[in-house]
């Protein structure tokens, strides 16, 4: 059966839209990560090297790798500080349901075809299922896996819409921090669907104000916001104190799914808690207008995120070598001897 999967790779974006034939839009694809309007910033824009897709077909069912090659023989996930996930793209069958087993073809299929492609191909990050299911289709078509914790993945799902409830269950610090600030230190809020000029300054004078480290693809970001407003998923939020802004958050909501993709309060204006008044408001929004049912805070494990959200999930990193290739095999090996000597160190331990 494995004979019948076609696999191709994929060096040209019109190529990708052409062979995905609607595949990758929003109407088959509910994450934003998984979609060709996705995969189109991160080629342009978002910093690759030379990206290509790793597509495989088994009758109407498809998966899709967005790679980058980096040179020298090494491939990465088509990702940058923007993508909280990675993982392998499906579509076909029933709402894209295609079966395990199924996908399991197709994904070893990739695996055979990005050998002569790769000595080192690096994934992340993944969810622990991509991750498993990564690993035995590259396992089984004989490349050597390392796995390794990546980060965390801050989340909620929400059974019932409601801030109120949602509300009453966070932590007593965080709703007596927000009782006292709001008294003290009342803010203007606004929360847009469209980005402007002046918008966009806003945000960018926050963030250039804020303790966060330089914006690494303001580009990337813009375009991306833009395209969030065109399709009516951006919730541009802005604090102002005295008309001026001091906090601004970039969150899209989208099938029921609201991410957290940025944000930031100008680091003079901290007494007033901006970010939290501005945090407040958004997820009232998107609870009780939006109702959405599942909330992510994104990647990383600062302390904060656990006040606003209760679930966390481990993200991880693939590392998969080719044995097939000399630089390959020197890899395989000197990892095996460093895991011996690591293992012989905590022996040796009293």
Not at 53 to 74: E, P, Q
Not at 193 to 206: I, N, P
Not at 264 to 279: C, E, F, I, K, V
Not at 305 to 331: A, S
């Amino acid at each position: 059966m494995l004979a019948t999967v076609k696999d191709a790779l994929l060096n040209r974006l019109d190529d990708v839209a052409a062979t995905a034939a609607g595949a990758l839009d929003s109407a088959c694809q509910p994450h934003v990560f998984d979609r060709l309007s996705w995969l189109s910033l991160m080629w342009t824009k978002g910093g690759a090297h030379a990206p290509f897709v790793a597509h495989a077909r088994l009758g109407d069912h498809s998966a899709w790798l967005y790679l980058d090659s980096i040179g020298n023989g090494r491939l990465r996930a088509l990702s940058n500080w923007y993508s909280l996930v990675f993982r392998p793209v499906y579509a076909g069958g029933s709402a894209g349901a295609s079966t395990p087993d199924v996908r399991a073809l197709l994904l070893q299929s990739l695996a055979n075809r990005l050998k002569p492609q790769a000595h080192q191909i690096d994934l992340a990050p993944l969810n622990i299922t991509d991750a498993d299911a990564l690993t035995a289709a590259f396992g089984a078509a004989g490349w050597h896996i390392r796995k390794r914790p990546e980060t965390g993945h801050w989340h909620m799902h929400v059974p019932r819409p409601d801030f109120d409830t949602y509300w009453k269950n966070r932590p007593a610090r965080l709703r007596n921090t927000l009782a006292r600030k709001q008294t003290r230190h009342p803010l203007d809020i606004e929360i847009h669907k469209t980005l402007t000029e002046t918008l966009w300054h806003d945000f960018t004078s926050v963030y250039a104000a804020s303790w966060k480290l330089v914006e690494g693809r303001p580009d990337f970001l813009r375009a991306f916001v833009e395209i969030a407003g065109f399709e009516g998923a951006l919730r541009l939020g802005i604090a102002r104190a005295d008309g001026r802004p001091i906090a601004a958050q970039i969150w899209t909501v989208d099938q029921g799914r609201a991410i957290i993709h940025k944000l930031a309060y100008r680091a003079d204006a901290a007494n007033a808690s901006p970010g939290t008044q501005l945090s407040h408001a958004l997820f009232r929004h998107v609870l009780d207008q939006d109702q959405v049912t599942f909330i992510s805070y994104g990647t990383g494990d600062d302390a904060y995120k656990r006040d606003w959200v209760d679930q966390r999930e481990q993200l991880w990193r693939l590392m998969l070598i080719n044995p097939d290739t000399p630089i390959g095999q020197i890899k395989i090996i000197a990892h095996r001897a460093r895991d011996w000597l690591q293992q012989r160190r905590i022996r040796k331990k009293p």
